[in-house]
């Protein structure tokens, strides 16, 4: 394109914008709720495998024993759980450790555990693993090996939550995977509305262009660069949206969230997911005025859209 043309279509592109700025202010606002949405899904997932990866790095195994294990039997269970791989520790928690350790979390609720006469607690063994050796597959073995073990009552290593979290992430997935679709559909029609609704204005405009022999790529290039600007600031801010609604969310929640998993960090969207939304927002943006362009030269008799 020579300097002429890029002239030409800066200029419809400013007057353009600036004919129809409510409507195109409109568009843009839509637009953004929509990005805000679906990046909020995006949010979410991504902060929920950061902490199963953060729960599952920090994930132990622990073996409750019989409360009528034989001496002989405790030591030939520490034996084998000293053999094994990827052990970083083991620490052994009797029944008197563990019903200090359980009344120690009710301090101003002491009424709650007065009334037991005696301490149904087991005494057990606590087991850390290096990340390496904590999939699920590793420590279902593990703990099928060692339920074999004569004095041991029961091995646990949170195979219901971390089964429950993967199956509660999956469907957080699956929602952006179709919200994402059917969000992308919509701002694709909205912002074929808008620039039909703005084509119609300049309906005059177009038919006088092609009657001296403006080209089709010529008459789109100024509608098309508007809808890619709209999709671009429709992005931006929609991500501005989720950011302030991000620190407004962990100011108010962020204690709350520390008791029920722990103090986890959590974090805005990485700099790839907010790359591919800006870009997005332009793709989206040139298929909805493309939708609009196609429709309006071709009831002009001007043809299809050149690719």
Do not use: C
């Not at 890029?6 to 195109?24: A, F, K, S």
């Not at 679906?38 to 622990?62: D, H, P, S, W, Y």
């Not at 039997?73 to 009797?94: D, F, H, K, P």
């Amino acid at each position: 394109m020579d300097a002429g043309r890029l002239v030409y279509v800066v200029r419809e592109v400013q007057l353009t914008l600036l004919q129809h700025r409510r409507l195109h202010v409109i568009a843009v606002l839509i637009l953004s709720v929509a990005v805000a949405i679906l990046t909020l899904f995006l949010l979410v997932m991504f902060n929920a495998r950061l902490v199963l990866q953060e729960l599952g790095a920090q994930a132990k195994v622990i073996v409750f024993l019989d409360d009528a294990i034989q001496p002989e039997q405790r030591q030939s269970i520490e034996t084998a759980l000293n053999r094994i791989a990827g052990l970083q520790a083991v620490r052994y928690i009797s029944k008197a450790q563990a019903w200090q350790d359980f009344t120690s979390w009710f301090p101003e609720s002491p009424q709650l555990v007065e009334g037991l006469d005696l301490n149904p607690l087991p005494a057990s063994y606590v087991v850390n693993l290096a990340p390496d050796a904590q999939s699920d597959t590793v420590l279902h073995t593990l703990q099928q090996r060692l339920s074999r073990l004569t004095g041991i009552g029961e091995v646990e290593y949170g195979t219901k939550w971390r089964r429950g979290f993967r199956t509660v992430l999956q469907g957080v997935r699956w929602m952006s995977l179709v919200g994402g679709v059917a969000l992308g559909v919509g701002i694709v029609f909205i912002m074929a509305n808008t620039m039909r609704l703005t084509l119609y204005t300049r309906l005059h405009d177009i038919e006088i262009m092609q009657l001296v022999g403006a080209t089709e790529r010529l008459i789109s290039a100024p509608f098309l660069l508007i809808g890619m600007i709209q999709g671009l600031v429709g992005a931006l801010v929609g991500l501005g949206l989720l950011f302030g609604l991000y620190h407004t969310m962990l100011s108010a929640l962020g204690e709350l969230l520390s008791e029920i998993i722990g103090p986890h960090p959590f974090r805005f969207l990485p700099w790839q997911a907010i790359g591919g939304t800006l870009i997005g927002g332009l793709v989206l943006g040139y298929l909805g005025s493309a939708l609009a362009l196609n429709r309006m030269l071709r009831l002009l008799g001007a043809g299809s859209m050149p690719h």
